[in-house]
């Protein structure tokens, strides 16, 4: 059974970085088109950036410049690497695959962007 395990996140000040780690303990993950997720509080949970099977990218407008996302199939690892972090960035930050699979979030890991 596929189960997704991020990490990484944590409190920081505008205009810094975190770097988020995503493992998956299915043992397919090099199959599949991953994305990251967030969800920030009350609102829905929005696609921040995917990455396809052989590492084709693809960024919402709000991450574009600033966040970047890859992956390593040897380890089954999905990374995004968040910088010019701004108090909007605070969310909840998700992994799971693109399209999403319903039955697959895991816990997230909270991203706070604050002085």
């Known amino acids: 059974q596929v189960q997704f395990v991020e990490s990484g996140g944590g409190l920081v000040q505008p205009g810094g970085s975190l770097r988020l780690s995503c493992v998956d303990s299915g043992g397919l993950f090099r199959l599949y088109a991953m994305g990251w997720y967030r969800q920030a509080p009350r609102k829905q949970r929005e696609l921040v950036a995917s990455?396809?099977?052989?590492?084709?990218?693809v960024y919402a407008d709000s991450a574009k410049g600033r966040f970047i996302i890859s992956r390593d199939n040897l380890v089954s690892t999905l990374y995004l690497d968040l910088n010019s972090l701004k108090p909007e960035d605070t969310a909840v930050y998700y992994c799971?695959?693109?399209?999403?699979?319903?039955?697959?979030w895991g816990q997230g890991t909270q991203v706070t962007v604050s002085s």
């Open positions: 990455i396809s099977s052989s590492g084709r990218t």
């Open positions: 799971n695959a693109d399209p999403e699979w319903d039955n697959c």
